[in-house]
């Protein structure tokens, strides 16, 4: 049994060990970024608390990447046909987009459980397919792009709808 | 620490706080040396074009982001007829072998 003071420490060493780890983190984060600090005038922050608070959007992730928006790759011609893509496909795109991403979400839902009893299921399948060519079924058995399958597509089966490697 | 703070200053401006990728920051750098804009001014008309842009951009996102959407879908799909088509023919095979033995015992009899 620990004690009360044993618990103690190792609760303060396990916090100053995720502190260092964080600040690990930090100085990995900040060695691949710049670090800027620009004074504005207080209209224009406060014209951006508006836009964000708008949208909905965070000051943490939104800032930087309204700086990146506002410094695009492309020439002003591609903005320009981007821009007139935009006023025709918006919608059609937002619509399909959401709808195949709803799709996405059920098919992979359901692929769960059925990975879970996929080496039963596969296991059942070999063991009736061979107890059909023992009964002289022979041509009744069929051919199966599962029948080739190893552990190695099982674990990327698994990897994929189990342990959600995938997203 | 990370992503952008504000911190105001004792003249009324705001001190945007923020991390940028390096590629962000050339571009900025790049375009406050073009417009032969300061820091300040430079900054406040970026963040006025990506706010101009959002829409824009957002459409851009969508449309990069779309196709590989497209392909999971794809792959998700073809693999969950797979995985039931393994179950269903089981059901169909146990049918077959439970037919064929009554048919052999009916035989018998």
Redesign the interface.
Known sequence: MKTDAENTDNNAVSHKGRKDVIAALEEVWSREKVHVKISIPEEAAEKLEEFLKEKGLSRRDAVPMLIRYGLPEESDEELEKLRSEKESKMNRIWGEYATTKFKAYVYFTENGPLTRRLPFSLAKNRSLKRQLTDVGLLSLVPRDEWDGWDDAVVDEYFRKYVFRSCL | ??????HK?ND???????????G??D??KA?QTASRLD??HA?????????T?????E??H??E??SP??K??TE??R??E??????R??EE??N??KD?AKRRREAKT
Do not use: C, P
């Open positions: 620490m990370w992503g952008a703070r504000f200053t009324g401006n705001m001190v945007v706080d923020v991390f940028l990728e390096h962000t920051y571009r900025f375009f820091e300040t900054l406040v008309q970026v963040l006025q074009r990506g706010m842009d959002y829409w824009l951009q459409f851009k969508l449309k982001s779309y959407l497209e999971m879908f998700f799909k693999e969950n797979m995985l039931k088509a393994i179950e023919e089981n095979l146990e077959i072998l064929n």
